[in-house]
């Protein structure tokens, strides 16, 4: 065909951007937690998001109740699964045999991590103490069964932070370490929580002056738990706003506190896409009504064509 044919993207409009979305889920702890963690993915996924991910905690911990859940979105849903996969308590035997469990059951989706771990944890010299090496190992599986993969590679994440990581000694340290997961085969990064817009945007600008290509896409908890946010402050490091917690605290009934929340949370989501960020992944903590008030006031443009009027 020659190139001065017209086609029909000749007189399409330009592609409209559609955010993504994802929620983050984790994998049960007994069996009567899995019946209602199947209620909150049949609620999730009626708001047809791109992915939910399966979190993991380091080692082989709960590797079964990763793959239950991980089946569970594979046979009993339409939605695809993005496992996280921690590079602390497993060597590299054990690690590319859960890779390779992964691959089989049709898993294309994996977020590498190292894990976190006790304070006092010192791994052993097999295990690997950063995500990079997690992105090195999946690729070279990967290349090791190309045939097998022909319709479709595996998509691989990584963890980006817009505060600095708690053990890292600056934040450019941080870029440093996001662009090298880049080189050795991320496509994607998913951010720690954060709850100032700015502070996103600011890692987005460094990054992209580093050179890193890959997407960076905001990871936001919606904000209407006073003791989950300061749980998750004592675990990442990253604290809520004062005004926003004093706010949560003296809220006069539940009804009023989710209110709060939910509109704190919808107004920083809508900044970062404002701002360009490429979409939504939201942690769930397995609840699905403040994700789904999140996702109703915000009000995402996602299911239009993206080459509506082009014929
Ligand atoms: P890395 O990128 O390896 O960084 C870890 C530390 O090592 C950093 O301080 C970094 O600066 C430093 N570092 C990295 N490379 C080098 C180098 N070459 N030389 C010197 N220092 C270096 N944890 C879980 O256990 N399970 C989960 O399911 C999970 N899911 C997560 C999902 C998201 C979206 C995010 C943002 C985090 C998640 N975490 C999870 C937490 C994560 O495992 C921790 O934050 C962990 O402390 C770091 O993991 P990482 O992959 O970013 O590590």
């Not at 590319?96 to 994996?110: E, M, N, P, Q």
């Not at 090298?180 to 600011?202: C, L, M, N």
Request: net charge negative; charged share 25%.
């Amino acid at each position: 065909m020659s190139l001065a044919t017209s086609s029909v993207l000749d007189v399409a409009p330009p592609l409209r951007r559609r955010p993504a979305l994802s929620y983050e889920l984790f994998p049960a702890r007994s069996d009567a937690h899995f019946v209602a963690l199947q209620e909150t993915i049949t609620h999730l996924e009626a708001t047809q998001p791109d992915y939910v991910s399966v979190t993991s905690r380091i080692g082989q911990q709960n590797l079964n109740r990763v793959l239950e859940l991980t089946d569970h979105v594979l046979s009993c849903t339409r939605l695809r699964p993005l496992v996280h996969l921690t590079g602390l308590g497993s060597t590299r035997e054990e690690l590319a045999h859960v890779v390779s469990a992964l691959l089989d059951r049709g898993v294309r989706g994996v977020l590498a991590l190292r894990g976190d771990a006790p304070p006092d944890y010192q791994p052993d010299e097999e295990e690997f103490p950063f995500g990079r090496y997690v992105v090195e190992l999946i690729r070279e599986i990967e290349a090791s069964r190309s045939a097998l993969l022909a319709a479709g590679r595996v998509a691989i994440g990584v963890a980006a932070y817009p505060h600095r990581h708690p053990e890292s000694p600056s934040r450019q340290h941080d870029i440093e370490v996001l662009v090298s997961k880049e080189r050795s085969g991320a496509d994607f990064a998913i951010t720690q929580v954060f709850f100032d817009p700015a502070v996103y945007t600011d890692l987005v600008r460094r990054a992209r002056r580093a050179g890193l290509r890959m997407p960076i896409i905001p990871g936001v908890i919606p904000a209407v738990d006073p003791h989950r946010l300061r749980r998750l402050a004592e675990l990442s490091g990253v604290e809520a706003p004062r005004d926003l917690l004093h706010a949560l605290d003296s809220a006069e009934s539940e009804a009023e506190r989710r209110r709060i929340g939910v509109r704190f949370t919808v107004d920083l989501v809508r900044a970062v896409l404002d701002e360009g960020a490429p979409g939504l992944h939201l942690f769930t903590f397995n609840r699905h009504a403040e994700a789904l008030d999140v996702l109703d006031s915000l009000d995402l443009d996602r299911w239009s064509s993206s080459l509506e009027g082009a014929a």
